[in-house]
């Protein structure tokens, strides 16, 4: 019995870990494409402002 529950142990520290390490990957490339998007919209921005002032 002893060893059933060692070998289930560790079992579920893999699946563990493997769960975290998918979520973790999954979510770092969601973060890079929202920080994308940020900073292309805040580049659009002041484009939009150095052509007002060169208009002016």
């Given amino acids: 019995m002893e060893k ?5 142990g ?3 520290m ?3 870990c493997a ?9 770092a490339s969601n ?3 929202e ?3 940020r900073a292309s919209a805040a580049s659009r921005g002041s484009a939009e402002n150095t ?3 060169l208009n002016d």
């Fill in 51 to 53: 052509r007002n002032a």
């Fill in 35 to 37: 920080e994308r998007k």
């Fill in 14 to 16: 893999c699946a563990a």
């Fill in 4 to 8: 059933w529950l060692v070998i289930l």
């Fill in 10 to 12: 560790i079992w579920a």
């Fill in 19 to 27: 769960v975290f390490f998918i979520r973790g990957a999954t979510r």
């Fill in 31 to 33: 973060r890079r494409e």
